[in-house]
Every structure is written in C-alpha cells, then in structure tokens.
C-alpha cells in the first residue's frame, strides 16, 4: 500500500517555473515506478511525464518534452516535477501515480494515486 500527496502548486505567471513534490509514505517506494499526469478545466486528464523505480529512466509528453522534467529521491520517498516556462495550457490540477515496477503512459495502470494540487498559469 502506498499512500501519495502532491504539493507545490500554485499561481504562476507564463515564464515561470514551479516544483511540484509527490511524497510517498511506505519503505518500499523504491519498488514502484511514478507517473504525473494532469487534468485541464473541462478535459480528461492526461499524461505528463513517468520515472523508474531508480530514477534512471524517463518519458515525457511531447507537450512538456524539454520544459518539465521528472525525478526522483528514494531515500526521501519523493519525486519531483520541476515545470520552467510555464503556460497558460499547463493549466491544471497535477497528480502522482504510482505502479509497482514498470512504468506506464496510461492512467488505467497505475494502482495509487494522490489528491492533486493546482496549477494556475496566468498569461
């Protein structure tokens, strides 16, 4: 069982960069792999980016490929999504996910999840 909460969200102007943080509670994080993925005002929620169990490997939606970038620190239980150059479309509410071993683009296959923390981009 692995309990997650997102924090770091807030009110940003486009330019600006935000570090969202997925803390996990349970001494076997090392074991699962993470995604983030976010949900747009009147949208699905969709894909952002996902991390190993070791941090070694990442992928990225085209959408935020060379602006946001995900990583990972076991021995504190978190992983990161440092967001530059913020837009207006990032707007959203942002969510950890978590999956034993191998990651995955699809929300469907990720067995934990976190409550979500807002992100605002003002233009």
């Known amino acids: 069982q692995v309990q997650l909460v997102e924090s770091g969200g807030g009110l940003v102007q486009a330019g600006d960069s935000l570090r969202l943080s997925c803390e996990a509670s349970?001494?076997?994080?090392?074991?699962?792999?993470v995604g983030w993925f976010r949900r747009a005002p009147g949208k699905g929620r969709e894909f952002v980016a996902r991390i190993n169990r070791s941090g070694s490997n990442t992928y990225y939606a085209d959408s935020v490929t060379g602006r946001f970038t995900i990583s990972r620190d076991n021995a504190k239980n978190t992983v990161y999504l440092q967001m530059n150059s913020l837009k207006p479309e990032d707007t959203a509410i942002y969510y950890c996910a978590a999956r034993p071993n191998v990651g995955s683009i699809l929300e469907n296959d990720y067995d934990y999840w976190g409550q979500g923390t807002q992100v605002t981009v003002s233009s």
């Open positions: 349970g001494r076997t994080f090392s074991s699962y792999a």
